[in-house]
């Protein structure tokens, strides 16, 4: 996968992006945990998130938010880090002009980016979101989603709490026109230590379901467990 440069609002954005062989293939744009926290492109959950995307034959890329890596800028609580998921996903779009969708996945800090990214671009038509930090950030935003997708959760996170999450899918399973897949991997931490297989098996099962997600991928998720 060839390193890439962006431009991003800030300066530079450092990258990986994977050309799909597919001609016209979607896109998915893969966002890292909180960076005051360690988090970059190259963390375990966002590395086997591009690569099962990659896998479907999306076009794919992941990236270093500002100051993180090789890419410029300081952190910005949020904000300056949704300007470069946008600017990532226009970088993409630039160089895939037919692209018929696009979906987002984030881990953490990368899932409540991706949300609020998907509110801002219709052509984002599904999302995976992994351990969604629901108790410390505000996801009223989501009034109403636009988009169905896939929350995933450790059973045994001790730094986002289950409940919080299930409390956000209770809500949003009141909207209409929207499917919204919840689930939680036994035995997972926040990090999903030793449960990377497992939650990549839920992530290709829930998309085999979801049409126009890429190539299928045959999963048996009572094997990966």
Known sequence: MPE????????????????????????????H??????????????????????????????????????????????????????????????????APYVWVCGFSFGAWIGMQLLMRRPEVEGFISVALPADTKDFTFLAPCPTSGLFLHGARDDVVS????????????????????????????????DRTDELISNVHDHMNKAGRAGVEIPVDLKEAA
């Open 33 to 98: 945990p909180n960076p005051q926290h360690g988090g970059t492109m190259n963390n375990k959950i966002t590395f086997a998130l591009f690569k099962a995307m990659e896998e479907r034959g999306f076009s794919t890329l992941r990236f270093n938010f500002r100051g993180v890596g090789r890419s410029q800028g300081m952190f910005d609580e949020g904000e300056g880090e949704l300007s470069d998921a946008a600017s990532a996903l226009d970088w993409m779009q630039e160089i895939n002009p037919n």
């Open 162 to 193: 289950g409940e919080s999450v299930k409390e956000l899918v209770g809500v949003l399973h009141e909207q209409k026109g929207i499917e919204i897949d919840y689930r939680e991997v036994e035995g997972a931490n926040h990090f999903f230590h």
């Open 4 to 31: 890439v440069i962006l431009n991003g609002p800030a300066g530079r954005l450092e990258g990986r992006y994977s050309h799909s062989k597919i001609k016209n293939a979607p896109l998915a744009l893969i966002l």
